[in-house]
């Protein structure tokens, strides 16, 4: 079992949907990452938290440390938000990462 | 600007042959690492360094190695004894340890083995 378990893994949705990315993981951990992967490849961290709730713009992440389970929401979604969401958690000197949630936004 | 580079983008390489991947950073951070990503995958760390000269091997460093001679640069070889190369890698950098610390990318570097 991985340590970092995300769902779900594959997501497509109409524009203007309301989006939920489920993340658990299976450690302790210090904090918690939210990345977005474009098709390109490149990787762009959004958020790190270590409790609560955070938001920037349309996305929102909660963490639930008691029950190990984190979410990323976005809002009135736009096909431009159709990338990969990673989750990853650090822990030590690390970060341990899902195997993120390929999402697809139609116009 | 601030940020990560990565050269070249692409790289063709021929079985038998090591091949260094560049990375550099000016964001003035201690801490560097090396992942791989695989389909399917998620990134998987290959070896990291949290001060100039010092490294460790991360989960999959067999057939890998690396120098951290700089703060600002931390390029990767893969030898000839890494039986799998073909993959996109990615390097990337924080201030500290990532338990704390954002992580900044760099675009990648997809390796091709012929």
């Known amino acids: 079992k991985n340590e970092v378990e995300q769902s779900p893994q594959n997501l497509t949705a109409q524009e203007g949907e309301f989006i939920t990315i489920n993340c658990s993981y299976s450690v302790g951990i210090s904090a918690l990452h939210w990345l977005q992967q474009h098709p390109g490849g490149g990787i762009v961290s959004l958020f790190m938290l270590s409790s609560g709730k955070k938001k920037h713009g349309r996305l929102i992440a909660t963490i639930n440390i008691q029950e190990k389970h984190s979410s990323l929401h976005i809002t009135a979604s736009h096909p431009r938000d159709s990338a990969v969401y990673i989750c990853a958690v650090g822990r030590d000197d690390k970060i341990i990462f899902g195997k993120g949630t390929r999402l697809h936004i139609l116009p | 600007d601030g940020g990560i580079t990565q050269s070249p983008k692409y790289l063709f390489r021929k079985e038998g042959q090591n091949v260094t991947l560049s990375c550099e950073q000016n964001?003035?951070?201690?801490?560097m690492y090396w992942y791989r990503q695989d389909p399917g995958q998620g990134l998987r760390l290959i070896y990291y360094s949290q001060i100039v000269n010092d490294f460790q091997k991360g989960d999959i460093a067999e057939g890998y190695s690396v120098s951290r001679e700089k703060k600002e640069s931390f390029p990767l070889t893969v030898t000839s004894a890494q039986k799998n190369p073909t993959a996109f890698y990615l390097c990337?950098?924080?201030?500290?340890?990532?338990?704390?610390?954002?992580?900044?990318f760099g675009p990648g570097t997809r390796l091709t083995v012929l």
């Open positions: 964001l003035n951070h201690d801490a």
């Open positions: 990337a950098s924080s201030r500290g340890t990532p338990s704390y610390n954002e992580q900044f």
